[in-house]
T-cell receptor, first 112, second 115 residues
């Protein structure tokens, strides 16, 4: 089955800096890669996703890149703000098992 | 108010007891999922269902059971066979009209503590 590894487990940045979270996956058949944000005490919510026919996708201050050859994808947050502080999860799925396999999460702390 | 509702929010159980966590959605989604969240381990898939009267095991199904008798409902039973049941349980749903899972919509979760 799919295995998704996520690094780092914790990340602390100064407000205004950029943050990068990286994930690798094992199943070459995976073709959908979403990122979820979970604020303290709240439910996870989708912030951006990418499909395997696209190499990069941007939405304002966040972007995701995908390297299918190397089987890794990354989340980039620019101009970080205190409200970006949360736990971020990457995930992967394919058409074989129609359910997401999540990474272990990254706790991002943006220092004002 | 559309969404996905889990109950109870907090549940305490004695060892050896079975408990059932409720998950209801009014989003008309075909697929539903149960995940377990433990600190530092992300979200691990317990069971999922793509259609009524059908469900599949996830990565950590042992000690759990589910049913999908109605499109709106996907209850999870934590049985006494689950060795370490204390955790935060998240239910989710997605449209899943073919292809990938699409966006998952999560409930607020149920925190189970075994005394």
């Amino acid at each position: 089955g799919e295995n998704v590894e996520q690094h780092p487990s914790t990340l602390s940045v100064q407000e205004g800096d950029s943050a990068v979270i990286k994930c690798t996956y094992s199943d070459s058949a995976s073709n959908y890669f979403p990122w979820y944000k979970q604020e303290l005490g709240k439910r996870p919510q989708l912030i951006i996703d990418i499909r395997s026919n696209v190499g990069e996708k941007k939405d304002q201050r966040i972007a995701v890149t995908l390297n299918k050859t190397a089987k890794h994808f990354s989340l980039h947050i620019t101009e970080t703000q205190p409200e970006d502080s949360a736990v971020y999860f990457c995930a992967a799925s394919g058409t074989g098992r129609r359910a997401l396999t999540f990474g272990s999460g990254t706790r991002l702390q943006v220092q004002p | 108010d559309g969404g996905i509702t889990q109950s109870p929010k907090y549940l305490f159980r004695k060892e050896g007891q079975n408990v059932t966590l409720s998950c209801e959605q009014n989003l008309n989604h075909d697929a539903m999922y149960w995940y377990r969240q433990d600190p530092g381990q992300g979200l691990r898939l317990i069971y999922y269902s793509q259609i009524v009267n059908d469900f599949q095991k996830g990565d950590i199904a042992e000690g759990y059971s589910v049913s999908r008798e109605k499109k709106e409902s996907f209850p999870l039973t934590v049985t006494s066979a689950q060795k370490n049941p204390t955790a935060f349980y998240l239910c989710a749903s997605s449209i899943q009209a073919g292809g990938n899972t699409g966006e998952l919509f999560f409930g607020e979760g149920s925190r189970l503590t075994v005394l």
